[in-house]
């Protein structure tokens, strides 16, 4: 019998690489499967992982994979996620995050592959009505990107009933911030998320950031997240992992920090962090955007034993300075 193997889809992506990285760490024995469409490479750090290119909707390599190794679970990043284009192209969403790795749970099905750790979001939940979430929150996306993540989760409960693989649906707030030794680190192209935008105005890449909307009912106007440090993310995975390795049940978690902060307070953060001024313009809202998304975590430290580390942002737009200045934010 071959050693027990871990499988990661999308581990070449961002938050997928920092989890690998970490597994890895561990001694765990990972195989990396990413279509390179997001993903780098260069992300894959560590010695012993082995990367193959392909897609989650490939039975014959799934076949491949799953007669060679002895895979005991599976970590599933593999997905798009920009908000804005998932509502312009829906189906693009639809048919990569939710059908196709229906291919992947038939072949788990039928290789006796029972553990499933799904990288789900608080899109999910929409425009929650009552701030911090909690699990038990009405899941309403309002785009399809949620939608999409949304429709797995219930596959994946349908999956449990049938075929006994159990999941832990991770429900991710705002992932942020790199590794701190700035070996790998966040680099989507286009980027569009909050800190390394914030960065690239900094560095001069961009003219300035344009911030969304200032008349939110908040205290200053603008829009406030729980920003969670992709190191934390990696650790959560890992914790999933035990729970399932343990004989845990499907569940679902957020994975946040419980603490809020606006996009001017993370502004003001970054402006302390890389000692320069932000060049900031203020526009519209954005489409789909809630005023206010927070965890509630508790149900993560119950569940999983684990809980954020890092709950300052300071450190994670620390992190992501050093992946930026160093690498200039690119592999
Ligand atoms: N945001 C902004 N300007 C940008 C990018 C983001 O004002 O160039 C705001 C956005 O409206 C939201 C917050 O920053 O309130 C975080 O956005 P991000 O895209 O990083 O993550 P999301 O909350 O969409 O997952």
Do not use: N, Q
């Given at each position: 019998m071959s050693e027990r193997t871990i499988l990661v889809t999308g581990g070449a992506g961002y938050i997928g690489s920092h989890t690998v990285k970490l597994l890895a760490s561990k001694g765990e024995k990972v195989v990396v499967l990413d279509n390179?469409?997001?993903?780098?490479?260069?992300?894959?750090?560590?010695?012993?992982v082995e990367l193959v290119v392909g897609d989650v909707g490939d039975r014959e390599l799934l076949d491949r994979l799953f007669t060679e190794h002895s895979i005991d679970a599976v970590v599933h990043f593999a997905a798009f996620a920009y908000v804005g284009e998932s509502v312009e192209n829906p189906l693009k969403y639809y048919r990569n995050n939710?059908?196709?790795p229906i291919t992947l749970l038939e072949a788990m099905r039928d290789h006796g592959c029972k553990k499933f750790i799904f990288s789900s979001?608080?899109?999910?939940?929409?425009?929650?009505?009552?701030?911090?979430?909690?699990?038990?929150?009405?899941q309403a996306p309002i785009n399809a990107y949620g939608t999409s993540k949304y429709m797995l989760e219930r596959i994946l409960e349908d999956c449990d009933r049938a075929h006994d693989i159990k999941s832990v649906?991770?429900?991710?707030?705002n992932a942020s911030g790199c590794d701190p030794g700035g070996e790998i680190g966040e680099d989507h192209n286009p980027e569009t998320h909050l800190i390394p935008r914030i960065l690239m105005a900094v560095t001069g890449e961009v003219d300035k950031l344009t911030?969304?909307?200032?008349?939110?009912?908040?205290p200053d106007g603008t829009c406030i997240r729980d920003y969670i440090h992709v190191n934390d993310l990696a650790d959560a995975h890992e914790k999933g992992l035990a729970y399932l390795r343990d004989g845990g049940d499907t569940t679902a978690v957020n994975l946040g920090t419980g603490r809020g902060f606006s996009v001017k307070e993370i502004i003001d953060a970054a402006q302390q962090v890389t000692g320069k001024d932000v060049p900031v313009e203020y526009g519209d809202r954005r489409a789909g955007d809630p005023a206010q998304l927070i965890a509630d975590p508790s149900k993560a430290k119950e569940v999983l034993g684990w809980e954020a580390q890092?709950?300052?942002?300071a450190y994670h737009l620390e992190t992501a300075w050093k992946w930026m200045s160093e690498r200039g934010g690119r592999y």
């Open positions: 390179m469409v997001f993903g780098h490479p260069e992300a894959i750090v560590s010695e012993g939710t059908a196709e979001t608080c899109a999910t939940y929409g425009t929650p009505e009552i701030v911090p979430i909690t699990e038990s929150e009405k649906f991770l429900r991710y707030f911030v969304f909307g200032t008349d939110y009912p908040t890092y709950k300052d942002p």
